[in-house]
């Protein structure tokens, strides 16, 4: 679990147009928001 300050790992997701995208991307840029739905998908 991640606490407030900390680093986050590199990580690469699938793009709602199927494209990979990496944190280390947006590396420079102030602000990144990573907003996942955990139950997408799901049927729960």
Known sequence: ???IGD????????S???QEVS???FQG???V???TFPLA????
């Open 16 to 18: 709602h147009q199927n």
């Open 7 to 14: 680093s986050v790992p590199d990580i690469t997701l699938r």
């Open 29 to 31: 840029d102030k602000w």
């Open 1 to 3: 679990m991640l606490a």
């Open 23 to 25: 944190l280390a991307s």
């Open 33 to 35: 928001v990573l907003h």
């Open 41 to 44: 998908f799901t049927g729960g």
